[in-house]
């Protein structure tokens, strides 16, 4: 069983929060048997999955590539209605509505 200890400085004061969550990590670490760390190495280094951070990098872009992406999608669908619109024997497609705000 693991026991995480607590001091009370870091539940008074939250600048000592951030030493509080070291010691806790290093505890848990300590628990589950991971020795090779000290609680200055947590406090000085981070660690953090290249997964996530390519996850994140991912996320980023494509969050930036969003305008662009909507305005092809938004000309191809104007293309598209032109096509349509010029096949003969073809009425024409009703006009688009334009996204506006809820009313």
């Known amino acids: 069983m693991c ?5 009370a400085c870091a539940l008074s004061d939250r600048s000592f929060e951030f030493l509080d969550s070291t010691g806790m990590i290093f505890q ?3 628990c589950v ?3 090779n760390l000290s609680e200055g190495d947590i406090q000085t ?4 999955s290249q997964g996530f951070v390519d996850r994140d990098r991912i996320y980023i872009e ?11 999608m938004k000309r191809q669908n104007e ?8 096949l003969p024997g073809r009425p ?6 334009v996204p506006g705000p809820d009313r």
């Open 3 to 7: 026991v995480i200890k607590q001091s």
């Open 28 to 30: 848990v670490m300590h």
């Open 33 to 35: 048997g991971l020795k």
């Open 45 to 48: 280094q981070a660690y953090v």
């Open 62 to 72: 494509s969050l930036r590539a969003m305008p662009e992406i909507a305005a092809t």
């Open 79 to 86: 293309l598209t209605q032109v096509i349509v619109s010029a």
């Open 92 to 97: 024409s497609p009703p006009p688009v509505p």
